[in-house]
């Protein structure tokens, strides 16, 4: 398993391309046994170096045998293994999820696992022009992802996604190229080894550095008040894509301010207000993402919303940068990717069944579709952070850092952003546990759901239970990622 | 951090505790057999995770897996809130449920503060170390534990939830509110009796103002079940005084009024469950003439009305004794304990004479007593009013002290306080024919004020919101020019 870091990459990105030739293969369901492997060959890849990554080692490859300044390349350390474990285990889940649905051919999952294999890129690559690559792969396979049924409005949401995420690319190859004039390498360890003394001798540039990398990863996490693009684009695309937007690509704008601002900036910006920039951003994001939600009747555009609010709790751990802060943050990324698809994955099966996009229209919804209301229920009460759901553990291990920093202003935004959260929650609940029954538009007819994807409506609401009673288990495997962030 | 330290070994207190809730739980369920006809099993699975949930609160020997389980039982109760599907139950359970959230984080985070301070969740080595530490840096974290407390009760001026939850959840489950689910906050209060330095003499006039104007409030209704409701906030009103004077009396009045409370309220909100389910009525004004046809549910209220008024020798008489002999220092408690207790028996005599007494309403001609598994709940606790307040002494010593943990001594049978069941009697008729002559009972919805205030700043709010959406940016020109501010204005902050 010498080479299992680079499979971990490669065996998605070939699987991506392998879809298309199973047409000509007498095979049926070609397209998803492929995917299905193409996702579960990585993971045990990643398995196989699990036990050396948890002692907190970390996994080096050159790609090609060429070392560091000279090629690229990738390293699987605490952090990486934690965002490629849950990025490919909520991959898997996405697949689980549209077995059942027969438009989704070949291109739907040559294009998922392209994105997968994005994500994955991004997540273990340590050149940061590489990274840079991987990010324009999962963009290039997100665009087509989102146009996937050719409506309208997804192909004008998906326009909007390219102009805004290409300008966020646009912003950090000017910063990479700034870096690589700063210093002659494009490897991340090398930067970060001379950062430093550029920054005593030219710190402006480094604040410009920081600004352009900000503003790129902040659009892709969809930090306000460049979280335009998330309400359309999440729903607009098809459910699967919706949860892989909101689970997974947004998660990755959180990995690379992770790792990059932690790694260049940890010793001399972050300590300078970079920190308390992030924090105080992540409240805004959280009230606005919150506020947002309440007064929305698209149910997916609700739960886009609420994405961006949850970005927001996780912006704030990012921000305070301590321990404990970022156990939560790390900690709720995980809950969030698997709330949030979770709830994806219902509100798609609800507008299927129902015809209609808005809440208003989904009354007593819970009649007809007993197992989806009550699997909506736990999500939506684990991503308010209730006990004994897992979004409880992460909320209250962000809370408590921020009482640990005495940044009661925090507090107590933190507290409004439960309670609204909350709001806007149940107050979807109640409109499925309505008396009145929901009538079908006359030209409406259901699409039959299959058992698929009840199952991974009911597998993510299981998840979410478990992981809320044996924290423990995710803890462990936060612990090595958080060594890697603060040596 | 989290669920290393649930569970036992179970003390006193939470015995006395358990015990109320391993009483009173399967009555309900007995009770539900016959009321619930639609959804039994959403019905039942919601019922048992609320029994999950209260169990484990009484049972949590650590502030953490109290809050879990508060939040489960509150989960639990607002599916059963609103499993009536009427057009009310959604805005009541909504309020319901976010006033509990809110309240459940403020004791989340006095939990966390105090785990940062102390190091444990567990409350006997909380309370051993904060007496170490100095006064006013805990008084902060007291307090917010308190206001939590406050709001699960439904104190004033955190009560603006309860006055509509429970008339409109289903009859059990507002006898299951009234009896267990409020208690929980009182329960959490005692449990932190360390406390009490800091809280007491904002313990004693929240106690004192919830009696008073529960019972002023519970004079003006018109509907059954918002009446006892608004009687639920003033007698909790009681157990709040009771804690909150600290002395051993006092704290024993509180756990037995508890205990009290619990039996006399349930019974009242059965009967006037068992009253709605035979005649589909909620409203006095349409009520009447229903002591010929419902003699069990007559005999019964009978007993609750006495109790609640605080007359021997039913239980009522014996808690309020104790928490009136506690307040006996202060006059002017003393006079809203007397007070309260004239405004009580007024508004059971009002209770009485609409529902019972009168004329049959004409829509009203057929209807005949409950089913046999409603009366049979009911009875056991007529029963129950009737033996706790004879065998007041005993369970006194052999009960509420050791819950108490401490050594209390009172005599229930004194001249004294029959002269003080005289007193209300004469005081309570008074404010009825008051009452009766100026038209004060059938009056129109007063606001108090604090639910309007809540209401239309939660309306202020959203219009807020709406007006955010609004400022959205949707023209891809605008996007793009936020974008590159928002690049300006962080590079302009980090310099």
């Known amino acids: 398993m010498a080479h299992a870091p680079i499979l971990i990459i490669v065996v998605p990105l070939l699987a991506a391309f392998l879809t298309h030739l199973t047409k000509y293969a007498n095979l049926r369901r070609g397209a998803e046994i492929v995917a299905a492997a193409g996702i579960i060959a990585p993971l045990i890849f990643l398995f196989s170096l699990g036990k050396t990554v948890l002692e907190g080692n970390v996994v080096k490859y050159d790609l090609g045998g060429w070392p560091a300044p000279i090629g690229i390349n990738l390293a699987v350390d605490g952090l990486s293994f934690f965002f490629a474990l849950f990025v490919l285990g909520v991959g898997l889940l996405i697949v689980v999820y549209s077995l059942g649905i027969y438009q989704y051919a070949r291109r739907y999952y040559s294009l998922l696992l392209l994105a997968l294999s994005g994500i994955l890129g991004i997540i273990l690559t340590r050149d940061i022009f590489n990274m840079y690559v991987f990010f324009e792969i999962l963009a290039v396979a997100s665009y087509v992802l989102i146009t996937y049924k050719r409506k309208a409005r997804a192909i004008a949401a998906s326009f909007k996604y390219l102009i805004i995420t290409e300008s966020a690319w646009v912003l950090f190859l000017l910063a990479i190229a700034i870096l690589y004039g700063l210093t002659g390498t494009l490897n991340m360890d090398g930067i970060a080894s001379q950062i430093n003394n550029i920054y005593k001798s030219n710190p402006q540039v480094i604040y410009l550095v920081f600004s352009l990398m900000m503003v790129a990863f902040g659009i892709k996490c969809g930090m306000f008040p460049l979280h335009t693009w998330i309400p359309e684009a999440h729903s607009q695309a098809p459910t699967p894509v919706s949860s892989l937007l909101s689970g997974l690509i947004l998660k990755v704008g959180i990995y690379a301010m992770l790792r990059i601002f932690f790694l260049f900036f940890g010793a001399s910006l972050f300590l300078r207000g970079a920190g308390q920039l992030i924090l105080y951003l992540g409240l805004v994001t959280l009230i606005v993402g919150a506020g947002l939600a309440l007064v929305q009747d698209e149910l997916k555009k609700l739960l886009a919303y609420s994405s961006i609010s949850q970005i927001g709790y996780i912006l704030v751990a990012v921000g305070l940068g301590t321990q404990l802060g970022l156990k939560g943050g790390l900690f709720h990324i995980f809950n969030h990717a698997l709330i949030k698809s979770g709830l994806f994955f219902c509100a798609g099966i609800i507008i299927s069944q129902t015809g209609f996009w808005k809440v208003s229209n989904m009354k007593g919804v819970w009649r007809q579709m007993p197992g989806v209301t009550f699997s909506f229920c736990v999500l939506s009460l684990a991503v308010i952070g209730i006990p004994p759901f897992n979004g409880f553990v992460s909320k209250m291990f962000i809370l408590d850092a921020t009482l640990m920093a005495d940044n009661y202003l925090a507090v107590f935004f933190l507290f409004t952003g439960i309670l609204l959260t909350a709001a806007y929650y149940f107050r979807v609940i109640q409109t499925f546990f309505s008396p009145e029954e929901f009538q079908h538009r006359p030209d409406f007819t259901p699409q039959p759901v299959g058992p698929f994807e009840h199952l991974s409506t009911y597998i993510f609401a299981l998840l979410c239970l478990l992981v809320g009673i044996f924290p423990g288990i995710i803890v462990n495997l936060i612990q090595p990622a958080i060594k890697v962030l603060l040596p | ?495």
């Open chain 2, 1 to 495: 951090m989290i669920f290393n330290t649930p569970f036992l070994p179970v003390d006193n207190l939470s015995r006395f505790m358990l015990l109320i809730v391993a009483f009173l739980f399967p009555l309900i369920f007995i009770y539900s057999f016959s009321y619930v006809k639609r959804n039994l099993f959403r019905y039942y699975f919601v019922l048992f995770i609320a029994l999950g949930g209260m169990l484990g609160v009484v049972l949590a020997r650590d502030l953490l897996s109290f809050y879990v389980f508060l939040e489960v039982m509150t989960v639990g109760i607002y599916f059963l809130i609103i499993d009536n599907a009427k057009k009310e139950s959604f805005p009541a359970g909504f309020k319901y449920v976010l006033m509990m959230f809110a309240g459940g984080i403020f004791i989340l985070l006095a939990t966390l503060l105090l785990y940062n301070l102390t190091g444990t969740f567990e409350i006997a080595e909380i309370a051993k170390a904060a007496k170490m530490l100095p006064g006013p840096s805990i008084a902060p974290i007291f307090a917010l534990f308190a206001i939590g407390c406050l709001l699960e009760i439904g104190a004033v001026p955190f009560h603006i939830w309860l006055p509509d939850a429970h008339p409109i959840a289903p009859s059990p489950i507002s006898a299951l509110l009234s009896g267990i689910a409020i208690k929980v906050g009182a329960y959490a209060i005692i449990r932190m009796l360390f406390t009490l330095d800091i809280l007491s003499p904002a313990l004693v006039w929240i106690g004192a103002i919830s009696m008073l104007f529960g019972v002023l409030l519970a004079l003006k209704q018109t509907n059954v079940k918002r009446l006892l409701a608004y009687h639920s906030i003033s007698q909790m009103g009681y157990v709040l005084l009771g804690i909150g004077i600290g002395s051993g009396i006092g704290i024993g009045g509180a756990l037995f009024h508890i205990l009290n409370h619990a039996v006399f309220k349930m019974l009242l909100f059965l009967c006037m469950g068992a009253i709605i389910y035979v005649t589909g009525e909620r409203e006095l004004n349409k009520l009447g003439g229903l002591a010929k046809r419902m003699p069990v549910t007559l005999l019964t209220f009978g007993v609750a009305a006495l109790a609640i008024a605080g007359l021997p020798p039913f239980n009522g008489f014996a808690s309020k004794a104790m928490i009136s002999g506690a307040a006996a220092g202060n006059l002017w408690l003393k006079l809203v304990v007397i007070i309260t207790a004239a405004g009580t028996f007024a508004s059971f005599v009002k209770l009485f004479r609409f529902s019972f007494l009168g004329s049959l309403p004409v829509k009203l001609k057929d209807v005949g007593e409950a089913p046999a598994l409603m009366l049979f709940p009911m009875l056991v606790l007529a029963a129950a009013c009737f033996g706790l307040g004879l065998y007041a002494s005993p369970l006194l010593s052999g009960l509420i002290a050791p819950a108490a943990g401490r050594v209390i001594e009172f005599n229930f049978w004194s001249a004294k306080l029959f002269l003080d069941a005289f007193w209300i009697v004469f005081l309570g008729a008074g404010i009825y024919i008051l009452g009766m002559k100026t038209d004060f009972f059938g009056a129109t919805e007063i606001n108090f004020g604090l639910d309007w205030v809540c209401c239309n700043a939660a309306k202020l709010l959203e219009r807020g919101c709406a007006g955010l959406k609004k400022l959205q940016a949707r023209m891809l020109n605008a996007h793009l020019f936020w974008v590159f501010v928002a690049l300006i204005l962080i590079l302009i902050v980090i310099r």
